[in-house]
């Protein structure tokens, strides 16, 4: 145990909270594991971390495109 105010419980994770993952999930598979369990939520944290990013490519798309279309002087 650490002396004096030390944030960490040692616990790990964020803050010493024992949340790890993307979405604050509390499971913790080592990537030796190969259990179903485990096998499911690293896909389904993959698939959600792809949703994120195809979010923000979309978002950013939306705000990008009015400034890269040129419009025609006549």
Known sequence: ????GSISSGNGG???SGIFGFFGT??????TDNSIYCNIMK????LIVLLVVIYILYIAYIFITPYLRVKSKR
């Open 26 to 31: 509390t499971i913790k598979c080592e990537s």
């Open 1 to 4: 145990m650490a002396k004096g």
């Open 14 to 16: 964020v803050l010493g």
């Open 43 to 46: 896909l389904f944290n993959l």
